[in-house]
């Protein structure tokens, strides 16, 4: 039996684990997808307050006060920037760490370094909607989210906090000792400001996958996904 530890991205929360979450269970595995703080149903604690560190204590401290050892670490989206600084603080605990269409900040760079305009867009936005320190949801249209689930996508996502993104990596190294390291890409949607981490992965000899959906790769293909990280594990 194997520990699953599941880190959303940006605006998401642990909801869009759950059919991921479902697959990994009835195989007898344990799974935990914590929502971080600020968002889906802990949106109520979204404050100026929030920051990077928050969501990275959400992780660390879950790994801690459930005793979980030897585990398999995913991180979806802005969710690879918080499990590469978990993995970081905690390499011995980790068997496996695997960045799903994830950002992979290396240390001091934000993740909004990583995106064409350098995240300017986003600033526009939590100017305009979010007082200048949150950012309202990108719509799952820009995601290519499958059209089935894509209008309950945009009703279940959340303001999150910019500060998260803007603030620079520290990153010791621990985190690309972890002996299991892989990156999934999905190919299903345009403009992805992730290809440039599918090519770290390569020059690094992590494995590494493809899938042929959208970013949410965890709505689009499920069974999938859970089969490779059962086989990947």
Known sequence: MTDFVLVHGAWHGSWCWARVRRLLAQQGHGVFAPTLTGVGERSHLL?????????????????????????????????????????????????????????????????????????????????????????????????????????????????????????????????DSVPNIGYILARGFQDSPFEQFDAVAERRGWWREQFPCGHDVMLDMPNELAALLLQRS
């Not at 969710?79 to 068997?95: K, P």
């Not at 949801?137 to 499958?146: D, G, Q």
């Open 47 to 175: 404050s100026r307050q929030v920051e990077l560190e928050t969501h990275i204590a959400d992780v660390v401290n879950l790994v801690v006060w459930e005793d979980l050892r030897d585990i398999v670490l995913v991180g979806h989206s802005y969710g690879g920037a918080v499990v590469r600084h978990v993995a970081d603080r905690m390499r011995e605990r980790i068997r496996s760490l695997v960045y799903l269409d994830a950002f992979v900040p290396e240390n001091g760079k934000s993740v909004l370094e990583y995106l064409p305009d350098a995240g300017e867009d986003l600033r526009n936005l939590a100017l305009l909607h979010g007082e200048g320190w949150k950012v309202p949801p990108i719509p799952a249209a820009a995601f290519a989210v499958n059209a089935a689930d894509a209008s309950w996508v945009d009703r279940q996502c959340t303001m999150h906090p910019l500060s998260t993104i803007e603030t620079s990596a520290r990153i010791a190294g621990a985190c």
